[in-house]
């Protein structure tokens, strides 16, 4: 897929998804653009800033990929300036964030968003492959990552027995992957 203008894109989506709520919020106050082409582990971010955020979306990744994936992206980081613009919650994959995606993916077929992608990574090397893995001690599920992050719960633990809150009882233990 040849890179695409991202705005034109932005303003479609937002109109079909968002209500038009976020057009408003298109400069100066919220950039959008593409990747210099050193972004490769992420398809596209959301960074918010005290006067300007920023969705920012992979070149190197979303490039050789359908256009679906970068719909999916692009509205995956427009949730996020919507949950923090306009409702101004502080989540990052929340009640608010989950449902506005749940909403999205039932309105159309085109595309689907996601909380992770799965896309393949560019140069994927033997060096990127999971060094740890965090394991549940409530229960006992596990999931692999490259290092050590400290204050991680499990999700469906923290859903289920905490009203979708982050507990202390549900940390994840790291262990190293063999």
Same mark, same amino acid.
Request: net charge positive; charged share 25%.
């Given at each position: 897929?040849?890179?695409?203008?991202?705005?034109?894109? #932005?303003? %479609?989506?937002?109109?079909?998804? #968002?209500?038009?709520?976020?057009?408003?919020?298109?400069?100066?106050?919220? =950039?959008?653009?593409?990747?210099?082409?050193?972004?490769?582990?992420? &398809?596209?971010?959301?960074?918010?800033?005290?006067?300007?955020?920023?969705?920012?979306?992979?070149?190197?990744?979303?490039?050789?990929?359908?256009?679906?994936?970068?719909?999916?992206?692009?509205?995956?980081?427009?949730?996020?300036?919507?949950?923090?613009?306009?409702?101004?919650?502080?989540?990052?994959?929340?009640?608010? #964030?989950?449902?506005?995606? &749940?909403?999205?993916?039932?309105?159309? =077929?085109t595309f689907e968003v996601r909380?992770?992608?799965?896309?393949?990574?560019?140069?994927?090397?033997?060096? %990127?492959?999971?060094?740890?893995? &965090? !394991?549940?001690?409530?229960?006992?599920?596990?999931?692999?990552? !490259? !290092? !050590?992050?400290?204050?991680?719960?499990? %999700? =469906?633990?923290?859903?289920?027995?905490?009203?979708?809150?982050?507990?202390a009882s549900c940390l994840l233990? #790291?262990?190293?992957?063999?």
């Amino acid at each position: 897929m040849p890179i695409e203008p991202l705005l034109p894109l #932005f303003h %479609r989506l937002d109109r079909e998804h #968002f209500g038009g709520s976020l057009a408003p919020l298109v400069q100066p106050r919220l =950039s959008l653009r593409w990747s210099d082409g050193r972004m490769i582990r992420t &398809a596209g971010l959301y960074r918010r800033g005290p006067q300007i955020c920023e969705i920012v979306l992979s070149r190197p990744l979303l490039e050789p990929l359908p256009r679906e994936a970068l719909l999916g992206t692009l509205a995956h980081e427009m949730i996020h300036a919507w949950v923090d613009r306009v409702l101004r919650a502080r989540e990052v994959h929340g009640p608010c #964030f989950r449902d506005r995606m &749940a909403a999205i993916n039932a309105a159309q =077929s085109t595309f689907e968003v996601r909380i992770r992608h799965s896309y393949p990574l560019p140069g994927a090397t033997a060096e %990127r492959t999971p060094r740890w893995l &965090a !394991r549940c001690p409530r229960c006992g599920s596990s999931t692999p990552y !490259r !290092r !050590r992050v400290s204050g991680l719960a499990c %999700r =469906s633990c923290c859903q289920a027995l905490h009203g979708g809150r982050w507990h202390a009882s549900c940390l994840l233990e #790291f262990e190293q992957a063999s």
